[in-house]
């Protein structure tokens, strides 16, 4: 009844800790979710779309009033080759770059182009005709409220001869323009279209400009907040949002043209006047790994990649965490129990197992043959212990067992022995090619047959240039001719 208890009780605890867990995970889990989960979604800066003071709804209404809704296109993805040359292009703040070989294209088949932009990458464009982009060089003389950051810009009118010139189209209506946080823009070519007046004589900063491109023209606007909802409010600002419309799809020669409105972030594909060639699409390619690689610089990965890549950290986590605590452990064998191995074991085996190892340099199985040669020899012959090499060739030469071929060889062979011996000594190391090796054991098992090391064992005295002596068990014992006994006891 005890153990039933308590088995009971367990049960009951193990229950909680596991109800307790998966609480603590699944809480974990929403709040992991929560981190990572994009915020609602909101319409940009600059968004056609967004009728809040930052938006440019009004902007595309005035341009629908305009031209009409069917001349309009705002558009997430511009097709190059879906312009015509009568149409036009206004880029308003664009966060990715503007591909500057086909806008060059469209403008020299008569196309109108217009860049307002202050920080965004419109500039990359800019700088192919050589429009700077620079800060607000001085303070202004005229401010809304009195606000240096809210300029007033005004029409640029040249003078030539006395005569005072017409303003440029896109700000014919405008008196007054007012500006928000600007850029200004430096030129040596290009007509200056608006300006702004900045106090104690520093002349007076450029804020937009105009050209021509072969046929077509390039605008350029260094603020776009001047288009948004909230400054649209002002005269001078709708007259210059007009006359932008105007000037890119709808002057006198442009009267079936069609306006493109791109803002913020988009894509681009296709190519003017028809397919791309393939040294375009190598150069797009090229271009757009590039501005990845910049925009990673400047902005780091997207907030999508990086819960991904979260997402599958935790994964790996948990996989890694689940099969290595649940891994069965093999208990260890003690050391005493091991079997040992044949390199650490003595006698032949553990010399084979040794001079046979991969790692072992084949110099060690060259001395072994050294040594198996040098012990049979001195064995066959004669000869004290650990005989030099020199008393083992004069005893091979004496046998005339071994013809003068096989003589020149083992020279040879014990000379590398010797060298090896000695590099192998020193401790500098010999490499010893497996040729080599072969050809050692060839040479040293046709001596050692030769002269009959591998016959059996039988008694062998010095040589001394006659036969062998035998030894004294094979003797006749000394005594008298007679025969009596050697120690000449007699018979008794």
């Known amino acids: 009844m005890t153990q039933r208890r308590t088995r009971r009780a367990f049960c009951a605890d193990l229950l909680r800790t596991t109800k307790r867990t998966g609480l603590l995970v699944a809480s974990s889990a929403v709040g992991l979710g929560a981190a990572l989960a994009p915020r609602s979604a909101s319409a940009a800066v600059f968004d056609i779309s967004d009728s809040e003071w930052e938006g440019l709804s009004?902007?595309?209404?005035i341009a629908k009033t305009e031209l009409g809704p069917d001349r309009v296109k705002p558009v997430a993805t511009l097709d190059w080759s879906e312009l015509r040359p009568e149409d036009g292009i206004v880029f308003i703040h664009p966060t990715e770059p503007i591909d500057s070989t086909e806008a060059s294209e469209f403008m020299k088949q008569g196309g109108r182009l217009a860049v307002v932009d202050d920080f965004g990458r419109g500039d990359e464009l800019l700088k192919r005709f050589r429009i700077e982009r620079i800060r607000m060089?001085?303070?202004p003389v005229t401010a809304l409220r009195q606000d240096p950051e809210l300029p007033i810009a005004e029409p640029w009118l040249e003078i030539s001869r006395g005569q005072i010139g017409a303003p440029h189209p896109v700000v014919s209506s405008v008196k007054r323009l007012v500006l928000n946080h600007p850029m200004a823009l430096v030129h040596p070519d290009l007509s200056p279209v608006l300006k702004v007046r900045l106090a104690k004589s520093?002349?007076?900063?450029?804020?937009?400009?105009?050209?021509?491109v072969e046929k077509g023209r390039l605008f350029a606007m260094s603020d776009p907040s001047a288009l948004i909802n909230s400054m649209l409010r002002y005269p001078g600002n709708r007259a210059f949002a007009v006359g932008l419309v105007k000037y890119l799809a709808n002057d006198a020669d442009r009267q079936n043209g069609r306006l493109y409105i791109v803002t913020n972030a988009y894509k681009q594909e296709g190519s003017v006047g028809g397919?791309?060639?393939?040294?375009?699409?190598?150069?797009?390619a090229l271009r757009s790994l590039g501005d990845s690689l910049a925009d990673v610089r400047k902005t780091g990965f997207p907030s999508w990649l990086l819960a991904i890549l979260a997402a599958g950290g935790i994964a790996l986590l948990a996989v890694w965490v689940g099969r290595t605590s649940g891994r069965p452990y093999r208990s260890p064998l003690p050391r005493y129990a091991r079997s040992t191995p044949l390199v650490a074991r003595g006698g032949v085996a553990g010399r084979f197992a040794m001079l046979a190892a991969p790692s072992s340099p084949k110099g060690l199985v060259l001395l072994e043959l050294k040594s198996a040669l040098f012990d049979a020899m001195s064995e066959r012959f004669g000869l004290e212990p650990n005989p030099s090499s020199d008393a083992v060739v004069k005893a091979v030469r004496r046998s005339g067992l071994v013809d003068d071929s096989l003589q020149s060889h083992l020279a040879r062979v014990m000379q590398k022995?010797?060298?090896?011996e000695s590099a192998l000594t020193s401790g500098s190391g010999a490499r010893v090619p497996r040729a080599v090796v072969e050809d050692a054991h060839h040479v040293v098992r046709a001596v050692i047959a030769a002269v009959g090391a591998l016959e059996p064992a039988r008694a062998v005295g010095r040589s001394y240039g006659g036969g062998d002596v035998q030894?004294?068990?094979?003797?006749?014992?000394?005594?008298?001719a007679?025969?009596?006994p050697a120690d000449g006891a007699g018979a008794p």
Request: proline share 11%; net charge negative.
């Open 482 to 484: 007679d025969g009596t």
């Open 275 to 284: 397919d791309r060639t393939m040294l375009q699409e190598v150069e797009g």
């Open 137 to 139: 060089p001085g303070r």
């Open 417 to 420: 022995m010797q060298t090896v």
């Open 471 to 480: 030894p004294p068990s094979e003797r006749e014992p000394k005594g008298p």
């Open 58 to 61: 009004e902007f595309y209404q």
């Open 202 to 212: 520093e002349g007076d900063a450029i804020v937009a400009v105009a050209g021509q």
